[in-house]
């Protein structure tokens, strides 16, 4: 069965402190995998896409990495306002499969 | 500015009684989907339209209807609304085309059943 892992479910990071969020998964025939930032009450925000292995993406203190099996979001030197939800999903046929989301909490 | 939006935002009703949110894109996108997000159980793909007249069943399709008849909208219907589908409901779209694949998604839709 298609999956999409994410972990931890919840990170705490003093401002500044670096680290990284994973997604796994366990599609066959992966045809992208995309990261989401949610804020609290609002929909999910698309950040990156990222086709194959070995693919970075970078916005601001974000980075996403992909390999054949998962992906890590690493975040640089985060901020207070880089506190949100993050999703991964995965497409598969016409569905879309997510993650339940790792919630960053940056303490100033 | 480019957008899907939903309405309404909040909606307390009771188990039975009849209800439908709306979903509308401006960005000509053939691809509309409904979610539901529920605490520990992430977002879940209730139904999808490839296109008008097309719609297909996600993984929770159970207690939901859905319509598209127009391009731009895709309602999803509660027909008799049950206190297990209250949740935070989202509308998404996005091209058929392109290699992105991003979806938009709209603000969202907090649904209580009592």
């Known amino acids: 069965e298609d999956q999409v892992t994410q972990s931890p479910e919840a990170l705490r990071l003093q401002e500044g402190e670096s680290s990284s969020l994973n997604c796994s998964y366990t599609v066959s025939g992966l045809r992208g995998l995309f990261w989401y930032r949610q804020d609290p009450g609002k929909g999910p925000e698309f950040l990156f896409t990222?086709?194959?292995a070995g693919e970075e993406k970078e916005k601001e203190r974000l980075k996403a990495t992909l390999t054949k099996k998962e992906s890590f979001l690493h975040i640089t030197a985060p901020k207070p306002e880089d506190s949100a939800t993050y999703l991964c999903a995965v497409p598969t046929g016409n569905q879309f499969y997510f993650g339940t989301g790792t919630s960053l909490t940056v303490i100033p | 500015e480019a957008q899907v939006t939903q309405n309404p935002r909040y909606l307390i009703t009771v188990t039975g009684k009849k209800l439908t949110v709306t979903c509308s894109q401006n960005?000509?996108?053939?691809?509309m989907s409904w979610y539901r997000q529920d605490p520990g159980l992430g977002l879940r793909q209730i139904y999808y339209?490839?296109?008008?007249?097309?719609?297909d069943k996600g993984d929770v399709p159970e207690g939901y209807k859905v319509s598209r008849k127009e391009k731009r909208n895709f309602p999803l219907i509660l027909e008799s609304p049950s206190p297990n589908q209250t949740s935070l409901y989202f509308c998404?779209?996005?091209?058929?085309?392109?290699?992105?694949?991003?979806?938009?998604f709209g603000p969202g839709t907090r649904l209580t059943v009592t």
């Open positions: 960005m000509n996108h053939e691809y």
């Open positions: 339209s490839m296109n008008v007249e097309v719609t």
């Open positions: 990222l086709y194959s």
């Open positions: 998404a779209s996005r091209t058929r085309t392109g290699l992105t694949y991003e979806q938009y």
